[in-house]
């Protein structure tokens, strides 16, 4: 099983910036893919980014341009960049991974508001 724990979310202002970080442990080597999603209130989950093993990255249109998804090996840890932050990006935002099935952390709460 891959074990996920998300990190970084926060309030922000429109316009700000924010990372979030997302760090596996149990059976890694099985991953072949990580991502977001993201859920606000009242709406269906979205999904947001992802980045494979051969760190291919693929992004939602809604957010194209102005977040990036990384992933740094070492620490078995994905980012997400987020930049150009608007109020609909207010969400609780989930990291995911891919492998023997799909993993799901808890989630950080992203507010952007004034």
């Known amino acids: 099983q891959v074990q996920l724990v998300e990190s970084g979310g926060g309030l922000v202002q429109p316009g700000g910036s924010l990372t979030l970080s997302c760090a596996a442990s149990?059976?890694?080597?099985?991953?072949?893919?990580m991502g977001w999603s993201r859920q606000a209130p009242g709406k269906q989950r979205e999904w947001v980014a992802r980045?494979?093993?051969?760190?291919?990255?693929e992004y939602a249109d809604s957010v194209k341009g102005r977040f990036t998804i990384s992933r740094d090996t070492a620490k078995n840890t994905v980012y997400l960049q987020m930049n150009s932050l608007k109020p609909e990006d207010t969400a609780r935002y989930f990291c995911?991974?891919?492998?023997?099935?799909?993993?799901w952390g808890q989630g950080t709460q992203v507010t952007v508001s004034s």
């Open positions: 980045i494979n093993i051969v760190e291919t990255t």
């Open positions: 149990g059976s890694i080597f099985s991953i072949s893919a």
């Open positions: 995911y991974a891919q492998g023997d099935g799909t993993a």
